[in-house]
Nanobody, 119 residues
Framework: QVQLVESGGGVVQGGGSLSLSCAAS????????LGWFRQAPGKEREFVAA???????TDLADSVKGRFTISRDAKNTVYLQMTSLKPEDTAVYLC?????????????WGQGTQVTVSS
């Protein structure tokens, strides 16, 4: 079992920046791929970014490439640094943990943190 606790959401103006963090804990947390998803009101949950257990392999959705960066530290905290934010980035952002197929089938979820981008 892996526990995921997000923090860092909030309200920001369009064009601004915001950073999210997610602390992963559990007996084998350091072997999992960690990632971020988001869900906007009335829309399906979508994959945003993922990073491998070593912190070297990353994957980003096309919609956030060039604006978002994912990173991970040795204490199994994963970060999502978001820049040039747009109103369409408004969503609940959820941390996830899983295997290499995390983008389609994550195993564990955090509670989520709200990000609101005003125009």
């Amino acid at each position: 079992q892996v526990q995921l606790v997000e923090s860092g959401g909030g309200v920001v103006q369009g064009g601004g920046s915001l950073s999210l963090s997610c602390a992963a804990s559990g007996r084998i947390a350091n072997t999992y791929v960690l990632g971020w998803f988001r869900q906007a009101p009335g829309k399906e949950r979508e994959f945003v970014a993922a990073i491998g257990w070593s912190g070297r392999g990353t994957d980003l959705a096309d919609s956030v490439k060039g604006r978002f960066t994912i990173s991970r530290d040795a204490k199994n905290t994963v970060y999502l640094q978001m820049t040039s934010l747009k109103p369409e980035d408004t969503a609940v952002y959820l941390c996830a943990a899983g295997g290499i197929s995390i983008a389609t089938s994550p195993r564990f979820w955090g509670q989520g943190t709200q990000v609101t981008v005003s125009s």
